[in-house]
Nanobody
Framework: QVQLVESGGGSVQSGGSLRLSCAAS????????VAWFRQAPGKEREGVAGIDSDGVTTYADSVKGRFTISLDNVKNTLHLQMNSLKPEDTAVYYC??????????????????WGQGTQVTVSS
């Protein structure tokens, strides 16, 4: 069992940056899959970025070149650096982990450990 706690959300103007963090209650092995998801009002939760058990990073097309996912194994913390934010990035962002996942963009049903979510609001 691992507990995940997100932080770093907030309100920014279009073009701004935010850095989300996700602190884990224990060591996250590099063999685990970790990911960030987001859910906007009235929409399904979608995978934004992930690191699979081989260390391969994957991004949704909508955030490529703007978002960067990273895992600090020493501090047991997952980060999501978000630059050039757009109003359409507004959502609740969740971190997640799993002992197994398929290659490619993270899929919700593959992850069994979730944080409580942090709100990101981007105004135009």
């Amino acid at each position: 069992q691992v507990q995940l706690v997100e932080s770093g959300g907030g309100s920014v103007q279009s073009g701004g940056s935010l850095r989300l963090s996700c602190a884990a209650s224990r060591y996250i092995s590099s063999s685990y899959c970790v990911a960030w998801f987001r859910q906007a009002p009235g929409k399904e939760r979608e995978g934004v970025a992930g690191i699979d058990s081989d260390g391969v990073t994957t991004y949704a097309d909508s955030v490529k070149g703007r978002f960067t996912i990273s895992l600090d194994n020493v501090k047991n913390t997952l980060h999501l650096q978000m630059n050039s934010l757009k109003p359409e990035d507004t959502a609740v962002y969740y971190c997640a982990s799993s002992r197994w996942c398929l290659p490619g963009l993270p899929r919700r049903n593959e992850y069994n450990y979730w944080g409580q979510g942090t709100q990101v609001t981007v105004s135009s």
